[in-house]
C-alpha cells in the first residue's frame, strides 16, 4: 500500500483515493513537461513532485507516453472550458465595442497566461508539437477544431447587429485569436513569465489592430 499521503486539495477541500491521486500525477506531469519537454522528464520526478510513489503513478495512469496522453487530453480539456467559460461573456450587444471587447480580450490573455492549464498547453504544444503529432489528437478536437467556430458565431452576430463589417466570420476569428496572442507568444514559449499588469495594454492594442480591419468606417 502506498504510504506518501497525496496533498493536493480542491474545492472541496482534500481530496483522497484514486480520483485525488491521478490529478495530482495529472498536473505534477504537465508541469514537468511544460518545464523540461518529454525527453528530460521521468516518472520518478513526476511522482516526487505529485507527492506518490513511483509505483501509483505507473498503477494511476500507466508508463511516460500513457502519462503524456493523458496530461494533453486532461489540460486540453480544461483549459477549453475555461476559453468556453469566457466565451459566455462575449460583448454580444456592446455599448462601446473597443471597449467591450478588448475586456473580452484581456480575460481570454487572463486563461492563457496566468493560468496553469493555458500555459502548460501552450508550452507543451511549442516543446513537443512537431515531435509527437498523433498525441495530440485531442488538442486539435478540443481546441480550435471547436474554438475558431463558437468564436465566429459570436463575430457573425456582431457582424449581423452592425457592429462590424466582415464577410468571413471564420477568418476574422481567427485573426482576433491571432492578435491577441500574437506579443505574448514567443514568451510563452520559451516559458517566460508574463506580468498581469501588462494585460490591459496587450488587448487594447490587440482589439484596436483587429477594429482598423473589421470595424465599421
Known amino acids: 500500500m502506498d504510504q506518501i499521503t497525496d496533498h493536493r486539495k480542491s474545492s472541496d477541500g482534500h481530496r483522497a483515493g484514486a480520483q485525488g491521486k491521478r490529478a495530482a500525477i495529472i498536473d505534477a506531469a504537465a508541469a ?104 495530440f489528437t485531442s488538442w486539435r478536437e478540443y481546441g480550435p477544431g471547436r474554438k475558431y467556430p463558437a468564436l465566429a458565431a459570436r463575430f457573425a452576430q456582431l457582424a449581423h447587429g452592425g457592429y462590424l463589417q466582415l464577410d468571413d466570420p471564420s477568418l476574422a476569428a481567427r485573426q482576433f485569436m491571432a492578435l491577441v496572442m500574437s506579443d505574448v507568444r514567443a514568451d510563452l514559449q520559451l516559458g517566460l513569465p508574463i506580468a498581469e499588469s501588462e494585460l490591459d495594454g496587450l488587448a487594447r492594442n490587440a482589439v484596436r489592430t483587429f477594429l482598423r480591419a473589421f470595424g465599421k468606417h
Not at 63 to 70: L, M, N
Not at 91 to 109: S, V, W, Y
Not at 125 to 130: D, F, H, K, Q
Open 32 to 135: 514537468i513537461f511544460a518545464d523540461s519537454g518529454y525527453s528530460s522528464a521521468s516518472i520518478d520526478a513526476i511522482a516526487a513532485r505529485a507527492r506518490v510513489s513511483r509505483q501509483t503513478v505507473y498503477n494511476q495512469i500507466g508508463d511516460k507516453d500513457k502519462v503524456f496522453k493523458a496530461v494533453v487530453e486532461d489540460v486540453t480539456q480544461r483549459s477549453s472550458a475555461r476559453f468556453f467559460a469566457v466565451l459566455d461573456s462575449f460583448p454580444d450587444t456592446p455599448k462601446d465595442i473597443e471597449t467591450d471587447l478588448a475586456a473580452f480580450a484581456k480575460r481570454l490573455l487572463k486563461v492563457a497566461i496566468c493560468e496553469d492549464c493555458g500555459r502548460w498547453l501552450f508550452r507543451i504544444l511549442s516543446l513537443e508539437g512537431a515531435r509527437h503529432p498523433d498525441l
